[in-house]
């Protein structure tokens, strides 16, 4: 498989900013179209024999993350409502963030990527994914969707434990 960086959503400054490490790095960036973003990412990957058409999960997501959300939100003693609410509309916020899918990549060369965005004018890239078997399979803007949901999840929980924290000192 080939070593290439597909990279969604990125400004054309942020996007040369990336060409300029991946060339560093001896990797191929592919910049992925807004019409392309329904593809299935294996074939957007140049993956052999990939198939053009995405097999999304069920379209059930929403549900499953807000139960997450809900949950969280129940731990850190907040109100679930407000908590899904805010989420939600992060999430559809997120469908503009920038995401990294890395193929083909090793642990050595996803930590040279890793600590090549940091000492770059790139900073950060908050969402990134390896390539896998399973999202090979899903859409671009489902991946899209599925890292921001977990981001969101995850930021939740990290706050509400924080804020229990504090309660207790």
């Known amino acids: 498989m080939k ?5 969604f959503n990125f400004r ?6 990336l060409r300029r490490l991946c060339m560093m790095l001896k990797v191929n960036c592919r910049e992925v179209a807004a019409e392309e973003q329904n593809a299935a ?3 957007l990957a140049e993956v052999k024999d990939a198939a053009r058409l995405a097999v999304n999960p069920p379209e059930n997501a929403e549900e499953t993350l807000a139960e997450a959300l809900e949950a969280a ?10 908590v899904k609410k805010a989420a939600m509309r992060l999430l559809l916020e997120s469908a503009q ?3 990294t899918v890395l193929c083909g990549f090793d642990m050595h060369l996803l930590n040279r990527f890793l600590a090549a965005v940091k ?3 790139l900073r950060e890239i908050e969402l990134k994914a390896m390539l896998t078997p399973t999202n090979s399979l899903w859409s671009g803007r489902h991946l899209l969707q599925e890292l921001a949901a977990e ?3 995850m930021h939740q929980q990290k706050n509400g434990v924080l804020k229990g924290l504090h309660r207790k000192n």
């Open 73 to 82: 939100a129940v731990q850190a003693g907040e109100d679930p409502e407000a």
């Open 12 to 17: 054309p400054e942020r996007l040369q900013s």
């Open 97 to 99: 963030k920038e995401m």
């Open 3 to 7: 070593k290439m960086i597909l990279a």
């Open 119 to 121: 000492k770059s004018d």
């Open 151 to 153: 981001h969101i999840v």
């Open 41 to 43: 990412i294996g074939y």
